[in-house]
Nanobody, 129 residues
Framework: EVQLVESGGGLVQAGGSLRLSCTAS????????LAWFRQAPGKEREGVSL????????YYTDSVKGRFSISRDNAKNTVYLQMNSLKPEDTAVYYC??????????????????????WGQGTQVTVFS
């Protein structure tokens, strides 16, 4: 059974930090690009960050560049999202997702057109001012 399980969300004051984790099982983690998405109430889901299968390529949406950092540990089947300098507008449910992409090359321009095979259930991040 394929599973993606997110953790690490919570309530944090603006300017604070959180680290989200997403642990996968049921598929060959090393062959998949991983991404974090978020969806705020009343808004469309937004792609936040993307990382290639071997950690060689990363991408961030403009609103989080310089504040968020994506990484992965293939030995632990886990992808992380370190979120620093959080703002109230970062409040959303954060989801991780996996797309079969064994190539080491992954351009950020591909992100909008990628179809992700597996999704987690999401973790709530709430940033208060």
């Amino acid at each position: 059974e394929v599973q993606l399980v997110e953790s690490g969300g919570g309530l944090v004051q603006a300017g604070g930090s959180l680290r989200l984790s997403c642990t996968a099982s049921g598929f060959t983690f090393d062959d998949y690009a991983l991404a974090w998405f978020r969806q705020a109430p009343g808004k469309e889901r937004e792609g936040v960050s993307l990382i290639s299968s071997t950690d060689s390529s990363t991408y961030y949406t403009d609103s989080v560049k310089g504040r968020f950092s994506i990484s992965r540990d293939n030995a632990k089947n886990t992808v992380y999202l370190q979120m620093n300098s959080l703002k109230p507008e970062d409040t959303a449910v954060y989801y991780c997702a996996a797309d079969f992409w064994p190539s080491t090359y992954l351009a950020g321009s591909y992100f909008p057109n990628m179809t992700f095979d597996y999704w987690g259930q999401g973790t709530q991040v709430t940033v208060f001012s």
